[in-house]
Structure formats: structure tokens, C-alpha cells
């Protein structure tokens, strides 16, 4: 059979062997059909030489719910080496008739769950204090089942987000994933600080009585103020009990959100230990200062939906739980107007660099971004096997870092050469290819 691209020269990085060794690639028809040391011939060739060649990057937890004309935070990813995302997350995500017709192709393979505080507002519920009445819960339900027939990926929460969710909320909109093949339940746990691994407890209840597969989303917002490692046991110590639990996390130590949600209502100082010169408007009038009683009495009242940067997590505890074992690296990348909170530009070269620094092996580190996350939610890429989804990021491993910081958010990284999604070059060398690359993906048929 004659290849549509082969990748030359290059060191193959396998995440699930842990090995590195020096391979061709050829893809035909949007898959790996060899892999060895032939030359064989191809319409195209992509010189790997002196590169590593990975599995694309999966990024299980981001937000592409703000329609963007840019695709900002699609583009953001890709440049990183992001061939997969999924997103409506953290009790975000849309019903496919709100998203689909929308927007154009995306510019990588993108999925979405569907989001509880979405539902929330679609039957009515403007208040987020509230808990929904049982006829309001029983149109939420009739929606969710249409989603997850339809082929969403799951039911994401953001119970932060809707503080007073009651566990029969939660359990009537739950038990409908239940006996459903590769869905699962991802959830922004209820507090964040000291009340963190009450809120860890929660969801493991809800993912053994429902006995559905449940990701407790960027672990290290919401415990690395002394608990992380604590929450990360809890999790360890539900699955060793059998419970079907993952989690993940970004590489920083701030965290991003908008300022009108119910994370920063009174009392948030407190729990963090910290004021409002920890936190930094990023997107709107004030973007780049920091909050003042004025600016905060501002934006609370008139421009909810911007974003601020709470720099309020403890370094270590994040770099510590990147490191284990069963941490999947996930951007939470949002935007507002094209602003935002590096993390969408810079958190899988970051993360990697951090795994790097604590001792990983390059395909030790290059797994927590690939073959993880890909079991994690049921996916067949994560491995550049022979008929596996040729799904691939091309890089430098001396050069590959980071560039986007707080004051340049979206600087996209240094090092990544190429990024091929199904099969077709995306990114050449910083540069995105006109046509978008990626498509919507549905979980596939009961
Ligand atoms: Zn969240």
C-alpha cells in the first residue's frame, strides 16, 4: 500500500513500553499502517531527524463552550501538540443542538460532555444558589439521555459553580450513565481549601453507588493549599477498593475563573489564606492589575464573566501530584475574548519539562499526556501502534518549553516542529495549516 506521509528519521517515544527507539512512521488514510526502520515510499515525507516522534497529546479537560471566530483555544493547544481534547467541562458543556450547528470543523479531534449547570440554566434555573425542583430534574434528566444517546461523552459538574446541588440532584442526573459503555462523570469537586477532601469524599460516594468511571478534574486548584497529597490518597485509595476513579491537573500554581462565580463570594479570602492583591484580572478594563475592593465591587456587579488569576496554590503540591503515577495532565485552558490564563498555551510543554525535572524518563513523562488520558476516556490513540489514529506531535526534546506567562498568555511553546492530526499535518513548525484539521468526535454506539 502506498503511504500518505512518511515520518522519517525520527525516535519513536512509546509511552506504553517506556522505550525510545528510532523508527519510520507511515500513515495511510488517517492511520499509522507501519512502523520500522524501511524507507518507504510516500506522497509526502516529514522529516523527523534528530526529533522525538509522539503520540499525539490528550487533553481530557478544557473549555471551548465561548465561541470564538479565532478558535483561540483550539489554535492554543494545537501549537502545544494537543491532537485530541475534550470539552465542556466543570458543568459547562452545551447541548449539541446549542454547539453543533454553530461552528466549523475544529481544529483538532474535539469532544464534549455535557454540563449539569448547562442543563441548569436550558430548564430554567437562573439561580445558582438554588437546587432544582423534581419537575426541573426530570427535564434535565429527558436532556441528558438525549445527549448521551447522541454520543456525548458524558456529564461533567461544577459543583463549586452551583453550590447547593443536592446529592438527590446529582444522583437522579448520575444514575443515568449507569451500565452505558465508556461514558464517565467529570466533576469540579464542591469546595476548594479546607474543606477539599470533604468534597474528594463526595465523588467518591457517587462514583461507587452509580458505578461509573469518575475524574475529579484539575486536583491540584482545588487541594494544593496543604491537602493535595491527601485528596490524591483518597482517590488512590477508592480505586484500590475497586472504585473506577482518575484525575488530572495543571502545571501552575493559579488558577483561573470568572469573577462573578461563587468561588469568589465573601469569605474566599479566608479559605485561601490570601487577599485580593493575590488575584489578577485577566480579561476586560482591568486585565493585568491586580484586584482592589473597588475593581472587585466593579466587575462583581457589571463584567461577571471576566476572568481573574488566583495565585493562591502552593507550587510544590502541584509539581508533587504532576508526578504521580496516575495524573493526567489536562489544561483547564479558558478564554475570555481571546484572554485568559496561560495554562491554554503552555501546560503540556510545562508539565512535561516538570515530569522531566522529577526524574521521569521521556516516555514516562510523555504517557501522563498520552496513553493515561487516552485509557482514561476510552480513546484508541495515546500509542503510535499500527493501526492507531495517526495522531502525532513532532518535537525537540532539548528546545521544548513553555513560553506563555501572565503578561503573554498566549506565547504558543518553543520546540514543537510538527503536529499531524488524522493523518494530516496541522502545525508545521508554529505555523497552522489553513484548513482546520481536527472534526468533532461522539462516543461510539452502546
Ligand atoms: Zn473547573
Redesign the pocket.
Known amino acids: 500500500m502506498r503511504l500518505d506521509t512518511l515520518i522519517r528519521g525520527g525516535e519513536i517515544v512509546d509511552p506504553v513500553s517506556g522505550t525510545l527507539a528510532l523508527a519510520n512512521i507511515g500513515i495511510a488514510n488517517g492511520f499509522v499502517s507501519y512502523v520500522g526502520p524501511q524507507e518507504r515510499e510516500a506522497e509526502n515525507i516529514v522529516d523527523a531527524t534528530g526529533l522525538y516522534v509522539s503520540p499525539g497529546f490528550i487533553d481530557t479537560?478544557m473549555?471551548d463552550e465561548e465561541l470564538d471566530d479565532a478558535y483561540t483555544i483550539q489554535r492554543s493547544l494545537l501549537l502545544q501538540g494537543v491532537t485530541t481534547a475534550i470539552a465542556g467541562?466543570?458543568?459547562s458543556g452545551p447541548l449539541m443542538d446549542d454547539y453543533i450547528p454553530k461552528r466549523r470543523a475544529p481544529m483538532l479531534k474535539l469532544a464534549y460532555q455535557t454540563g449539569h449547570t448547562y442543563l441548569r440554566k436550558t430548564v430554567g434555573i437562573d439561580d445558582i444558589y438554588r437546587p432544582a425542583t423534581d419537575s426541573e430534574t426530570k427535564r434535565m434528566q429527558a436532556l441528558l439521555r438525549t445527549e448521551l444517546d447522541r454520543g456525548s461523552f458524558g456529564l461533567s459538574f461544577?459543583l463549586?459553580?452551583a453550590p447547593n446541588t443536592s446529592p438527590d440532584e446529582i444522583a437522579a442526573l448520575a444514575s443515568l450513565l449507569t451500565g452505558r459503555p465508556r461514558v464517565s462523570i467529570s466533576v469540579?469537586i464542591r469546595y476548594d481549601g479546607p474543606r477539599c477532601l470533604e468534597g474528594i469524599r463526595e465523588v467518591v460516594d457517587i462514583a461507587k453507588k452509580h458505578k461509573v468511571r469518575l475524574q475529579v478534574?484539575?486536583i491540584g486548584?482545588?487541594t494544593a493549599f496543604g491537602y493535595c497529597a491527601d485528596a490524591v490518597r483518597l482517590v488512590e485509595e477508592a480505586k484500590a477498593e475497586g472504585v473506577d476513579m482518575c484525575y488530572d491537573c495543571y502545571p501552575y500554581d493559579a488558577?483561573c475563573?470568572h469573577i462573578g462565580s461563587a468561588v469568589f463570594d465573601p469569605g474566599f479570602d479566608k479559605r485561601w489564606n490570601k487577599g485580593l492583591p493575590d488575584l489578577e484580572v485577566a480579561s476586560g478594563k482591568y486585565k493585568g492589575q491586580r484586584m482592589t475592593p473597588a475593581s472587585y465591587d466593579d466587575l462583581r456587579a457589571n463584567d461577571p464573566d471576566a476572568l481573574i488569576i488566583a495565585h493562591v496554590m502552593n507550587d510544590a503540591e502541584i509539581r508533587e501530584c504532576l508526578a504521580t503515577p496516575d495524573c493526567a495532565i489536562a489544561s483547564?485552558g479558558?478564554l475570555h475574548d481571546g484572554q485568559g490564563h496561560p495554562r491554554a498555551a503552555g501546560t503540556f510543554p510545562r508539565a512535561l519539562r516538570i515530569l522531566r525535572d522529577a526524574g521521569l524518563s521521556w516516555p514516562e513523562a510523555v504517557r501522563h499526556a498520552t496513553s493515561l488520558p487516552a485509557s482514561m476516556t476510552w480513546l484508541d490513540s495515546g500509542r503510535l501502534s499500527e493501526g492507531a489514529p495517526a495522531d502525532v506531535v513532532i518535537f525537540d526534546p532539548e528546545t521544548l518549553r513553555d513560553r506563555a506567562t501572565f503578561a503573554d498568555q498566549l506565547a504558543p511553546p518553543e520546540g514543537v516542529a510538527y503536529v499531524i492530526v488524522d493523518g494530516k499535518v496541522a502545525v508545521d513548525h508554529g505555523t497552522c495549516s489553513p484548513e482546520p484539521a481536527g472534526r468533532l468526535l461522539f462516543r461510539k454506539a452502546d
Do not use: K
Request: hydrophobic letters at 20%; proline letters at 0%.
Open positions: 479537560h473549555h467541562n466543570c458543568g461544577g463549586e459553580y469540579h478534574s484539575h486548584s482545588m488558577f475563573t483547564d479558558v
